[in-house]
Nanobody, 114 residues
């Protein structure tokens, strides 16, 4: 089992920045990819960014150049630095960890005002 605890969400004006953190505990040695997804009201959950154990990254087109995912394997933590935030980035952001199954955090709200 893997437990994920997110932090760092909040309310920010358009153009601002936020940094999300997700700390993993439990069977962390089994974790391969970690990532962030988001779900806006009335929309499906979508991938935002993913990072492999080795540090390779992939981003949704909508956040490329604005968001950066990073990972500290020693701290079992993944981060999402979000810059130049837009109102359309408003969503609940979920941390994800993959072993042989998917684990999810409880979600953290990010609200970007115009």
């Amino acid at each position: 089992q893997v437990q994920l605890v997110e932090s760092g969400g909040g309310l920010v004006q358009a153009g601002g920045s936020l940094r999300l953190s997700c700390a993993a505990s439990g069977s962390i040695f089994r974790i391969n990819d970690m990532g962030w997804h988001r779900q806006a009201p009335g929309k499906q959950r979508e991938l935002v960014a993913v990072i492999t154990r080795g540090g390779s990254t992939n981003y949704a087109d909508s956040v490329k150049g604005r968001f950066t995912i990073s990972r500290d394997n020693a701290k079992n933590t993944v981060y999402l630095q979000m810059n130049s935030l837009k109102p359309e980035d408003t969503a609940v952001y979920y941390c994800n960890a993959k072993t042989f199954k998917d684990y999810w955090g409880q979600g953290t709200q990010v609200t970007v005002s115009s």
